[in-house]
């Protein structure tokens, strides 16, 4: 049986700063899928990180689903609206059209869907970050479907061997979407050459070359050119399918603990390490770090069993650990070099105008 997967992630609003929503918000927010989802929905889930609330719907209705987009819509505005009557900050602030025009895309809140025959035992597992943007998986997915450093399904079972293939965004590019396909492993430094920009080239898809099916689906918004100003990182979901063909959970899990630097952070304009979190955890240091929490699934005829929280093992205390000093190392030369982002991320305009100020005081000499 075909079924669709779609997983729409917004921030409606936050208690205290940019931290996390209230339970209202997110109580409000399940209780309207529950009450409305039931005629297109088979089963649904509704969680949260840092300041971002994440809906994951299964479904018969296909990728970008107009009755679908428009349910996750409405579950949003309620959450907006209760966000609004609590007095949180930001309320409503990645819903940034007003109307519903047929499609969550381009609207504000990230969107992640696929539609696959379901096998039997289906695994899937969800990802959402925090405090980052779409590039945030680059790496992590480079490795596990292209390194048998990190995958060692790629020498060791025969269909992964044929390799996989990756469509890759360039987010630059917004009047249309500019992509390109890449196949693992004949084209490996070229995708490397891409995926070395985070900013530029996002991870789209990938699918086993194999069996052409479909194993990864990641959010691919860039809400500041959306709203061309800052409205927030645009804080990355993704779905990816496991085991079998496709890389085991454990092997799509293993590039993560390498925490490594993605943008984001403080105002969305430094660099920080992505520390996987237990689902719900808020940010803090530094309105950070950038946190990933996973959820693994099971799915049966589109019904999902209780989710199994992949960074909530014990192994990834001292994961955060590492990333906690990795976090403070780079913490310690505040605004200079690498700790912030190039002009043209920064998600404030002071620099830029700051910059244009003192060309008049230049001179020539
Ligand atoms: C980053 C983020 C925060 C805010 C910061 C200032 O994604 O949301 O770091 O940029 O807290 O927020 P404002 O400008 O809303 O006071
Ligand atoms: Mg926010
Ligand atoms: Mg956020």
């Not at 609004?84 to 499609?103: H, I, P, R, V, W």
């Not at 995926?195 to 699918?207: A, S, Y």
């Not at 990641?218 to 079998?244: E, F, M, W």
């Not at 969305?268 to 992505?274: A, E, I, V």
Request: hydrophobic residues 40%.
């Amino acid at each position: 049986m075909k079924i669709t997967l779609s997983t729409i992630k917004a921030d409606v609003g936050s208690v205290g700063g940019h931290l996390c929503p209230s339970p209202e918000v997110v109580a409000r927010v399940r209780e309207y899928l529950e009450r409305e989802g039931g005629g297109l929905l088979i089963d649904h889930y509704v969680t949260q990180v840092g300041d971002d609330i994440c809906l994951l719907l299964s479904h018969r209705e296909g990728v970008g689903n107009h009755e679908v987009h428009r349910l996750a819509w409405e579950a949003f505005r309620v959450g907006a609206r209760v966000a609004k009557e609590e007095g949180l900050y930001g309320a409503g602030q990645d819903l940034l059209k007003s109307a519903f025009s047929g499609n969550v895309r381009g609207l504000g809140p990230g969107v992640a869907e696929m539609e696959f025959e379901e096998r039997p035992g289906e695994a899937i597992l969800l990802l959402l970050a925090d405090k980052t943007s779409p590039g945030a998986y680059n790496l992590p997915f480079y490795l596990a479907f292209a390194d048998p450093m990190y995958c060692s399904g790629l020498i060791l079972s025969p269909k992964m061997g044929k390799g996989f293939a990756f469509t890759i965004m360039d987010v630059a590019h917004t009047e249309a979407d500019r992509v390109i396909e890449l196949s693992a492993p004949e084209d490996l430094y070229d995708i490397a050459t891409l995926l070395r920009d985070p900013d530029r080239f996002v991870i789209e898809k990938i699918r086993s070359r194999a069996t052409g099916e479909q194993a990864v689906a990641c959010s691919t918004t860039r809400l500041h050119n959306i709203a061309g100003r800052y409205v927030g990182k645009d804080d990355p979901v993704a779905l990816v399918r496991v085991q079998r063909d496709f890389p085991a959970i454990g092997e799509v899990l293993a590039p993560f603990a390498l925490a490594p630097y993605v943008p984001g952070f403080m105002r969305g304009s430094h660099y920080g390490p992505l520390m996987p979190v237990p689902e719900g955890t808020p940010v803090s240091f530094f309105d950070g770090p950038p946190v990933v929490m996973g959820l693994a699934f099971s799915i049966h005829s589109g019904t999902l069993t209780d989710p199994v929280d992949v960074f909530a093992h014990t192994f990834w205390d001292h994961i955060r650990q590492g990333a906690a000093e990795k976090a403070l190392e780079l913490r310690r030369q505040g605004f200079y070099g690498p700790a912030m982002l190039p002009f043209a991320e920064l998600e404030y305009t002071g620099i830029m105008e700051r910059l244009e100020a003192l060309e008049e005081r230049f001179f020539l000499r």
